[in-house]
């Protein structure tokens, strides 16, 4: 079946661009993270949506950061005044949040992101 | 809140030897923990879980990993290893309330050469 899409698999942007970066998860899955892969720093949190229930923004870095999830089902991480440090593969996973044990998270391929 | 603490960021060692990657956690609630890998140039895998019962748990590939409560640890070991299990290795960490996210630490390069 169909995994977890992210759209685009890179980009490329220049320093101060706004970009949006976008999730497709699994049909049915209600849990939907974003994270953020970079060198050095390994697997940051940035943001969890379950189902209806406000989303743990927790990990977001700054206020340029933010995130959606429309219909319970794609979501779009947005960020503002990019900054050469926002440069990093930025992941997406979904999962079926009920059952977090036996449903563990499904990773689509991310988003590299390169702030010139 | 939970932290995820891998002690280790790169561990090189030669094919057939055994191998553990430390893994501890900071939670003052009841935890699953996992394992994820990361193989070269693929996207991030389950490699491992425990949810409860049995404190030892294992892998299709040869790993096992050891829930130590008083310990707070889960760490991943592997009694022979392969050139192929050369990977970037994630311990994770969530409570059991619904909710919660799932918590990574910033992982472990296993390099295994002949």
């Known amino acids: 079946g169909a995994g977890v899409s992210q759209s685009p698999s890179n980009k490329v942007t220049e320093k101060g661009k706004d970009v949006e970066l976008r999730c497709d998860p699994i049909?049915?899955?209600?849990?939907l993270y974003w994270y953020r892969q970079s060198l050095g720093q390994g697997l940051e949190f940035l943001i969890y949506f379950q189902g209806n229930s406000a989303p743990d923004k927790s990990g977001l870095p700054s206020d340029r950061f933010s995130a959606e999830r429309t219909g319970g089902s794609v979501s779009t991480l947005t960020i503002q005044r990019t900054q050469q440090e926002d440069s990093a593969v930025y992941l997406c996973?979904?999962?079926?949040?009920?059952?977090?044990?036996?449903?563990?998270?499904?990773f689509g391929n991310g988003t590299r992101l390169t702030v010139t | 809140a939970q932290s995820v603490t891998q002690l280790d960021s790169q561990v090189p060692v030669f094919e057939e030897a055994p191998v553990e990657l430390r893994c501890n956690y900071s939670?003052?609630?009841?935890?699953?923990l996992f394992w994820y890998v990361q193989y070269p140039n693929q996207g991030l895998q389950l490699l491992l879980k425990y949810l409860s019962g049995s404190t030892l748990v294992e892998s299709i590939n040869g790993f096992e990993a050891e829930f130590n409560k008083s310990q707070t640890s889960f760490h991943l070991r592997k009694p022979s290893v392969h050139i192929s299990d050369t990977a970037e290795y994630f311990c994770a960490v969530s409570d059991h309330q619904a909710g919660t996210a799932l918590i990574f630490g910033k992982g472990t390069t296993l390099s295994v050469s002949s």
């Open positions: 996973a979904s999962s079926l949040a009920w059952d977090r044990g036996r449903s563990p998270l499904h």
């Open positions: 939670s003052s609630v009841s935890v699953y």
């Open positions: 049909s049915g899955h209600t849990a």
